[in-house]
Every structure is written in structure tokens, then in C-alpha cells.
């Protein structure tokens, strides 16, 4: 069965510093990859996905299949960057294809 | 965007009674809708997976007859726990899938005591 594993549950940097999340996924085909946030208090929301190849608020995230993981970085920590995050994985794109979850990483970013 | 909406945000509810849980889609259509549950500062726990005029898939664990769940049309669906107790209380969240990507509900906190 797939897995999701985020190895850090508390991770705390100072505004400015780099920052990663790490991610490691256990399947042997091929999934989707995404990061979801949870803001204080907020409904949990899509970051990005490993297919859109994009940057948002700043981070970024590469699928690589040799290491088999997805860790989200940002070079510049930003205060409001300090949420739960959540790494998650999709084995397709049916209708029932559902999202298997990481234990979460809570980011603090320090003033 | 879509919005998925949940009423009530939280509930608290005497043990042996029975409480439910809605998750709306607001402006679009959801054949599957999802329910997770999730302990705080843990991750979320999918439970089942409801689809639009059929029965709902529970996971390994979850029991059916204790988390009814109802998909009656295609913006509703409804998660009632039966017989509450209080190890059941947690936070329920929905959500729904539209072109391909999941949206969250605000989630619904219960408290059973």
C-alpha cells in the first residue's frame, strides 16, 4: 500500500533562512505528488502539485522517483509562512482516487 | 474557486446520542465527496468515500454502521455518528473532488461528553 511519510513533525527557522520540508513516498508506479497547507484556524488548501511544476508564495517542490520523495523548499522564510504542512499522494485522477496524507510538518518561522 | 462549506463548525453532544454533519459543495456539482477525521496535531485519517446515489466506501476500521453516511444529491452529503461516545469526539472534515483536484470544508468540530 502507498505511504507518505514526513519525517520532521516541528520544524522551526528565522525569517530569511532557507527552508525545507521534507517527503518520502513509498509506491512503485507512478503518483501524483501535492503539498497542502493549513493555515491557524484555516481549511486546509492546495500549495501545488508535482505536475504544475510551479512556484507559489515562493516554494517549490521536485518529484524525484530515484529518492522516491517531494520535499517542499523556500529559499527566504516569510513570517505568515508558519502553518501545518501536509504532503499527500494520489494514485490517479479517477473520481475515486483518493489523497493518502502525511503525518504533517508544522513550520514556525521566527521573527 | 469551488467552496465547500460543513454545518455545524462544532457540536457538542451528550454520549449515546446520535449527531450529523454536512458538507455542502457551494457552486459546483461532487459525485465523490470525502470524509477524514483528524486528531489535533495529527494527520488526516480518511474514513470513507461517498459517492452520489450509491454506497459509501469505508476504510479498514472505520465501521459503517457507526458512521452513517448519506450522499443524496450531488452539492450534499451527510456523515452522522450514532451513538456517539467520547472517543468520537475529534475533527470531522469534508471534502470534494472538482477537475481533478480535492477542496476542503472548514471542518466540524464534535465533543462528545
Known amino acids: 500500500a502507498q505511504r507518505v511519510t514526513q519525517p520532521e513533525k516541528l520544524l522551526s527557522v528565522f525569517k530569511g533562512a532557507p527552508v525545507e520540508l521534507k517527503c518520502n513516498y513509498s509506491?512503485?508506479?507512478?503518483?501524483?505528488l501535492f503539498w497542502y497547507v493549513q493555515y491557524s484556524r484555516q481549511r486546509l488548501q492546495l500549495l501545488l502539485r508535482?505536475?504544475s511544476r510551479e512556484s507559489i508564495k515562493g516554494f517549490t517542490a521536485d518529484l524525484n522517483k530515484g529518492e522516491t520523495s517531494f520535499h517542499l523548499k523556500k529559499p527566504f522564510a516569510q513570517e505568515e509562512d508558519s502553518a501545518m504542512y501536509y504532503c499527500?499522494?494520489?494514485?490517479?485522477?479517477?473520481?475515486?482516487?483518493?489523497?493518502?496524507f502525511g503525518e504533517g510538518t508544522q513550520l514556525t518561522v521566527n521573527p | 474557486g469551488a467552496v465547500v462549506s460543513q454545518h455545524p463548525s462544532w457540536v457538542i453532544c451528550k454520549s449515546g446520542t446520535s449527531v450529523k454533519i454536512e458538507c455542502r459543495s457551494l457552486?459546483?456539482?461532487?459525485?465523490?465527496m470525502f470524509w477524514y477525521r483528524q486528531f489535533p496535531k495529527q494527520s488526516l485519517m480518511l474514513m470513507a468515500t461517498?459517492?452520489?446515489?450509491?454506497?459509501?466506501?469505508?476504510e479498514q476500521g472505520v465501521e459503517k454502521d457507526k458512521f452513517l453516511i448519506n450522499h443524496a444529491s450531488l452539492t450534499l452529503s451527510t456523515l452522522t455518528v450514532t451513538s456517539a461516545h467520547p472517543e468520537d469526539s475529534s475533527f470531522y472534515i469534508c471534502?470534494?473532488?472538482?477537475?481533478?483536484?480535492?477542496?476542503f470544508g472548514p471542518g466540524t468540530r464534535l465533543t462528545v461528553t
Open positions: 461517498s459517492n452520489e446515489g450509491s454506497k459509501a466506501t469505508y
Open positions: 471534502s470534494a473532488r472538482h477537475a481533478y483536484e480535492q477542496y
Open positions: 508535482h505536475i
Open positions: 509506491y512503485s508506479g507512478s503518483p501524483e
Open positions: 457552486d459546483f456539482q461532487a459525485t465523490t
Open positions: 499527500a499522494l494520489r494514485l490517479g485522477k479517477t473520481s475515486g482516487s483518493r489523497l493518502t
